[in-house]
Nanobody, 126 residues
Framework: QVQLVESGGGLVQAGASLRLSCLAS????????MGWFRQAPGKEREFVAA?????????YYADSVKGRFTISRDNAKNTVYLQMNSLKPEDTAVYYC??????????????????WGQGTQVTVSS
């Protein structure tokens, strides 16, 4: 079992940047595919970004964040990051980190993830 805890959320103005962190405990993350999801009020949870197992040399992004967000991992620190630039009010949501122990090398579907963090609130004002 791996436990995930997100941090770094906050309230910012449109155009600002935030860096979210997902710190894991209980297991090392190196063999877990990792992802970020978000859920805004009145909407279903949606995929944001994913990074492959081990090296983290492959990433995938939702169209809505592509070019603005960057997912990365530091296996030595057992941490995954989401750098969010040029934030928009539409990015307002609770952001969740997720880990997939098995399955595809890079995981996009939320149903394929095994563990989830508690979420961190990101609010972007106009």
């Amino acid at each position: 079992q791996v436990q995930l805890v997100e941090s770094g959320g906050g309230l910012v103005q449109a155009g600002a940047s935030l860096r979210l962190s997902c710190l894991a405990s209980g297991r090392t993350l190196v063999n877990y595919a990792m992802g970020w999801f978000r859920q805004a009020p009145g909407k279903e949870r949606e995929f944001v970004a994913a990074i492959n197992r081990r090296s983290g040399d492959s990433t995938y992004y939702a169209d809505s964040v592509k070019g603005r967000f960057t997912i990365s991992r530091d296996n030595a620190k057992n941490t995954v990051y989401l750098q969010m630039n040029s934030l928009k009010p539409e990015d307002t949501a609770v952001y969740y980190c997720a880990a997939a122990r098995s399955g595809y090398y890079i995981v996009i579907s939320g149903s394929d993830y095994d563990a989830w963090g508690q979420g961190t609130q990101v609010t972007v004002s106009s």
